[in-house]
T-cell receptor, first 113, second 115 residues
Framework: GEDVEQSLFLSVREGDSSVINCTYT??????LYWYKQEPGAGLQLLTY?????DMKQDQRLTVLLNKKDKHLSLRIADTQTGDSAIYFC?????????????FGTGTQLKVEL | SAVISQKPSRDICQRGTSLTIQCQVD?????MFWYRQQPGQSLTLIAT?????????ESGFVIDKFPISRPNLTFSTLTVSNMSPEDSSIYLCSVQGAPSGNTIYFGEGSWLTVV
């Protein structure tokens, strides 16, 4: 079945690292995505990782994937106040020649001074 | 990355009316999808918009309530029919395929409030 879970809230101090965790259940997921949603805005694609990779780094973002445990994490280094937002992980499954996404519940990240 | 424009960006609608949301992409894409995000919730896939054929709907969504068109590789519409307050949501268009490959992008969303 398709079920993606995230913790609802995370609070960190500016300059610290943030780690947002995600678990999924469908082992046939091809890609796993991280999106950011700021208040009143749409979804911004942050990064994604292919299911046969363990890690992907992109500037301040590091994605770790443990396929055996179906666990995905997003680490944000040197977290800034502008990183305050809701972060969604999503797993993709084949659908009609493309990939449909099943989203997690979203983690609200609050960055404090 | 693909640039996705949605119209309207926001609207307040009367109960019982219908509203059509447009999604325009600046390049040809393979796949277009429509998602719904209810207040304070995550996103749920409504349907896959298929070019030249009927959309593929997810469980819980039907064509009579959410008719979808996709006349070409850059444009799609979603209609929310006979609206009720429960339809108050953000409706987001999503695209995948050339030139974005495996990346999946979202528009800014259409924020609908039904009164």
């Amino acid at each position: 079945g398709e079920d993606v879970e995230q913790s609802l809230f995370l609070s960190v101090r500016e300059g610290d690292s943030s780690v947002i965790n995600c678990t999924y259940t469908d082992s046939s997921s091809t890609y796993l995505y991280w999106y950011k949603q700021e208040p009143g805005a749409g979804l911004q694609l942050l990064t994604y990782i292919f299911s046969n990779m363990d890690m992907k780094q992109d500037q301040r973002l590091t994605v770790l994937l443990n396929k055996k445990d179906k666990h995905l994490s997003l680490r944000i280094a040197d977290t800034q106040t502008g990183d305050s937002a809701i972060y969604f992980c999503a797993e993709s499954l084949p659908a009609g020649g493309g990939n449909k996404l099943t989203f997690g519940t979203g983690t609200q990240l609050k960055v404090e001074l | 990355s693909a640039v996705i424009s949605q119209k309207p960006s926001r609207d307040i609608c009367q109960r019982g009316t219908s509203l059509t949301i447009q999604c325009q992409v600046d390049s040809q894409v393979t796949m277009m999808f429509w998602y719904r995000q209810q207040p304070g919730q995550s996103l749920t896939l409504i349907a896959t918009a298929n070019q030249g054929s009927e959309a593929t709907y997810e469980s819980g969504f039907v064509i009579d309530k959410f008719p979808i068109s996709r006349p070409n590789l850059t444009f799609s519409t979603l209609t929310v029919s006979n609206m009720s307050p429960e339809d108050s949501s953000i409706y987001l268009c999503s695209v995948q395929g050339a030139p974005s490959g495996n990346t999946i992008y979202f528009g800014e969303g259409s924020w609908l409030t039904v009164v």
